[in-house]
């Protein structure tokens, strides 16, 4: 922890911070520069910030808020007091600092850039485990991917499995019907939105079109 | 499920395509294209009402496919003024019309037509009155940064493509996703590398 904050002590400067509720965590992203994961309040990054580190807030939404400056560096979440994802956080040396620079060459944002979120279909609940370990390892997926910083969770609206490209598929596949499924995963994590999404199977299908139903036999 | 959620229900809706044999093989109603069409406007009226005021609009609703007499919502959704509503697929005339008209999100595909849906998409919105630029883009995709992330850089730049065409929200699967370590490569190589685009 603090070889980590030592390391952006030599970042830069400060531009603003946010909230003063909110605890970083940091996630590993070079090595060098930040070590293990750690956790540390919001209040001490001001005190390293004041001492160097460097970042802005490029998109701030009402619950959360995205901070990046330029280059590219270890990347962190803001965690609310109760442990719900706040935004993502990405931190950069300043160029002077003479490292990170060219670690990962990530581009300066485009003037108007967007934010994209990232967002998990899970379209099946085929897994190796079989079906007696479903909920384990669908509740396991959840909270994973709400801690990797997806924005949402979807999971088709159908009672039938069909093929995706490059694995096998067809009715006699799990297929968890959505409602209670979504219900499931709203009460493992805490911040991600929950959807169905019927559009998926049609991409997956696109270059199986048009063939002799039943269409997972393609 | 939005409010058991908390507010982070999404209604994702759309006319359905491959649920034929399904439907068949459980004895489920399948009505040709044009009805299902019709259907998904009308159930979409029909939810704007329930999600209307305190407990629903509560008038009686005339469609040619569904006819609630009290469309009543107890509890109210606590998202407001409603849920998010994604209207799934590309169709021209028909699926982005409905986006336009309804969806506060469309979700496309990741294909070389994909500008010219979005032109579509602005177009059904300056007839329809309503305002493109508050419909959350979004692509369907699927995500692999390969194994221990060898593949992250790749990934991301083909989300910075998707970009720059006007994708704001990417819903992808993850291949081994119940393998976790998938998940966790995304969260580290991927997803903070994609907010910052």
Redesign the interface.
Known sequence: MDQSREAHHSAGRARRCRSKELTLVM???DEALVGDAETARIEEQEQWAAGGGAYDV??DLKDRA?V?RGG?TP??VLVGDHGQLRG???FTLDEEAGRGAGA?Q??Q??PG???????????SST???GPGRIGA?LA??AR??E??????L?VP????Q?P?P?RPGG?EREMLEA?ST??FL??H???????????????G??RCWPRP???WTC | ?DV???G???????A???????AR??GIAFPPLQDRYEMLAETLQICLRMWNGERGDQRPFAGKHYQPDRPLNSPQSQTRPHPPI?V??DGEQKTLRLVARFADAC?L?PIPELPHKLEVLRRHCGAEGTDYDAIEK?C?FA?DAGEAGTKA?ELVER??R???Q??????????K??Q?TP??I???D????????
């Open positions: 996630q590993q992203r490029v998109e995205v990046r590219d990347a962190g993502i956080v990405v990962h990530r581009r944002p485009a850039g967007r934010l994209v979120k990232v967002s998990l279909q899970i379209p897994w190796p485990s390892t396991e997926i994973t991917a801690a990797s910083g997806f924005d949402s979807a609206d159908q009672l039938w069909h995706w490059g009715p409602s979504l219900a709203a009460a994590t805490s911040r991600v939105k929950l959807l169905t999404m019927v559009t998926n199977r049609r991409f299908l696109r139903s039943p269409p | 499920l058991l959620s908390g982070r229900a999404w209604l994702g809706i759309g359905g395509h491959f649920e034929q044999d399904e093989g459980l994604l799934g697929g979700s595909r979004t369907v995500f850089g989300l910075r998707l970009s720059e006007g994708i704001q929200t990417v819903f992808g699967r993850v291949a996703v119940e976790i998940l966790e995304m969260g580290r991927v997803i903070p590398a994609v907010a910052a685009l």
